[in-house]
């Protein structure tokens, strides 16, 4: 492994701060700089940005929402804004970067396209985006995931994708990302559609590109409505791919407050939490310099959170950097917190969030209780997905 051989220009856009870069054997490498240039000319190619739109807007029913959650704000004593990302087709946020990776993905040539998936979330919304343009896809998933998400497999393989069941490691996401790294430098005609803004340049940078959509509409409907910039915006945060897009277009707005939440588990002890941002160790980890929960040896340790979407050791290197520099905040939200708001959300507002999701609900609750503010949570995904792995005897308790 080493980094890159960058000229300065592309050092510059491949860190936030001191984190990012991309740390992969050589084969990849020239893949990576590739997809880098072809990104850097799509980007701002006016055919290829109107197709993308054209398809957030007709396929993934875009603009979504900005809901006034009038109980919720009663409750809270706020005014509080819903980002209803759970009405996009397939149930959250990740379909705005598949759909967005598969159009890079078709204008490289490339004849199949590879992804890595934990709950089954990307999974689906990649399998989609495949069957959408009729490319051929293969689901790298560890074999414990297969076993706990066996119906977003069946999906998988209704929407025509081949899913490949790893026995690395723990059979969970981070082996899953280690097969599709491996089978990706074995066959040069695939594109790896990565799933969250973490993972090697220009990933980080790509996947905040095509979810910045969902900061972009928040600006525009809130602006609408309010006359001014939302105090605070709120997200949950696992590789960090909707933190980044709902934060991305306030980032130079330094009036607004940017909070994000954490898998917390159980406890925050080795093993059962998901808080890199708040607990993690400076290191590299799947092709990029960030922080990543460790054990004593300096390696990657295992991650827990109730929330597979949240369930993960590493975190993308831009939502390190805002930590550092203190542009943004981010705290961990516990398993039961976030049962508790995923109970409340569904009772106060009639929206079942993803379980994902609730941590943001529960950050809301927990730090900005009567402030009398206006902000904006993300709700990145729908609950429906999550009701039967809650206890029912707790859904059922008041
Ligand atoms: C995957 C997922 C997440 C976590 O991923 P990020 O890249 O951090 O956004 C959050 N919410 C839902 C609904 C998800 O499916």
């Known amino acids: ?107 490289m040539g490339a004849q199949e396209i590879i992804a890595e998936t934990g709950a089954g979330q990307h999974g689906v919304a990649s399998a989609t985006a495949a069957a959408l343009m009729g490319m051929k896809c293969k689901i790298f998933m560890g074999k414990v995931d297969t076993e706990r998400q066996a119906l977003n497999v069946v999906r998988m393989q209704l929407l025509g994708a081949e899913v490949i069941t790893t026995h690395l490691g723990n059979g969970t996401l981070k082996d899953a990302v280690d097969a599709a790294l491996g089978y990706y430098i074995e066959n040069p005609d695939s594109y790896y559609l990565l799933g969250s803004a973490v993972g090697p340049h220009p990933y980080p940078q790509m996947v905040k590109f095509f979810q910045s959509i969902i900061g972009k509409e928040i600006k525009e409907q809130f602006y609408k409505l309010e006359k001014k910039l939302p105090d605070a915006i709120i997200a949950c945060v696992g590789g960090g791919s909707n933190a980044i897009g709902a934060f991305a277009e306030f980032l130079n707005h330094d009036e607004v407050m940017l909070l994000g939440a954490e898998g917390g588990g159980t406890m925050l002890t080795a093993g059962n939490h998901a808080a890199t941002l708040t607990l993690g160790k400076k290191m590299i980890f799947q092709g990029a310099n960030s922080l990543c929960l460790a054990n004593e040896n300096g390696e990657a340790s295992g991650s827990y959170s109730i929330a597979a979407g949240l369930d993960y050791p590493g975190i993308g290197p831009e939502h390190a950097h805002l930590k550092e520099t203190k542009r943004a905040t981010y705290y961990p939200i516990s398993d039961k917190e976030a049962i508790d708001a995923y109970k409340l959300l569904s009772r106060t507002e009639g929206i079942i969030p993803a379980i994902e999701s609730a941590h943001a609900v529960a950050l809301a609750l927990k730090t900005m209780n009567n402030k009398n503010k206006k902000i904006v949570i993300n709700v990145s995904g729908r609950g429906d997905k999550d009701v039967d792995r809650l206890d029912q005897s707790v859904i059922k308790q008041n």
């Open 1 to 107: 492994m080493k980094t890159m051989n960058l000229t300065e220009n592309k050092v510059n856009k491949a860190y936030f701060g001191e984190y990012g870069g991309c740390f992969v054997p050589p084969i990849l490498e020239s893949k990576l700089n590739h997809l880098q240039l072809k990104f850097d000319e799509l980007r701002k190619d006016q055919n290829f940005n109107k197709e993308y739109i054209n398809y957030l807007k007709n396929y993934v029913g875009r603009p979504s929402p900005l809901y006034f959650a009038k109980n919720l704000s009663k409750l809270t004593g706020n005014k509080i804004y819903l980002k209803r990302e759970d009405l996009n087709h397939t149930g959250a946020h990740k379909i705005n970067n598949t759909i967005g990776q598969i159009l890079v993905a078709k204008s």
